[in-house]
């Protein structure tokens, strides 16, 4: 697949947001996600209960950055590690993994994704968004980090798993944080 994008960030369309996230543990996010009939697919709620997964006590704001993997300067696309290289050579940096449940409940307008590509194997699913985060561990049987999605009007914070060989199409939607704009420790 071929994309066609002569400009890379931050010369390029890109969607920048500021999130609230900490002040609640893990079960007040439960019970909020809830409230917002927000699901989660297995690999979330695997993410979501390990211990690896902490939240902040304290409430800090962070600007977040929503780009491609073209928009990054990689038109046929790339894996992992060197989408996450370029976002530091370009200013952005890896987010916190709580910014996944916190932006699932700040972003509730998120459009819905086609579904017609519900055979679509071992790639990301269309419009969904992946949250640029700290890998937890390098176990290939471990979730790597979650991605927001909607699907048939429901809202979902899911989790996804992605080796070291698997190659992100270039329009495919990372969020990232802009640096030194967390406020936090």
């Not at 071929?2 to 079960?27: A, Q, W």
């Not at 979501?48 to 902490?54: E, G, L, N, Q, S």
Request: aromatic share 12%; glycine share 8%.
């Amino acid at each position: 697949m071929r994309f066609e994008n002569d400009e890379i960030y931050p010369h390029c369309p890109f969607i920048s947001r500021t999130v609230e996230v900490g002040g609640l543990t893990k079960s007040q996010l439960i019970l909020k996600l809830q409230q917002y009939s927000i699901l989660m697919n297995e690999y979330g709620e695997r993410l979501f209960t390990d211990d690896k997964f902490i939240t902040s006590d304290t409430m800090y704001s962070l600007q977040t950055v929503e780009l491609t993997v073209g928009d990054l300067g990689f038109p046929e696309g790339a894996n992992t590690a060197r989408i996450f290289k370029r976002a530091g050579e370009l200013g952005l940096e890896l987010c916190p993994l709580e910014l996944g449940p916190h932006l699932r409940l700040e972003y509730l307008d998120q459009l819905e994704a086609y579904s017609g590509d519900t055979l679509q194997q071992q790639q990301a699913p269309s419009g969904s968004i992946t949250i640029a985060s700290e890998i937890l561990t390098e176990d290939d049987e471990f979730p790597k980090g979650f991605y927001l999605r909607r699907i048939n009007g429901v809202l979902w914070l899911r989790g996804y798993y992605a080796d070291e060989l698997h190659v992100w199409n270039p329009i495919d939607h990372f969020i990232f944080c802009q640096k030194n704009t967390t406020g936090h420790v």
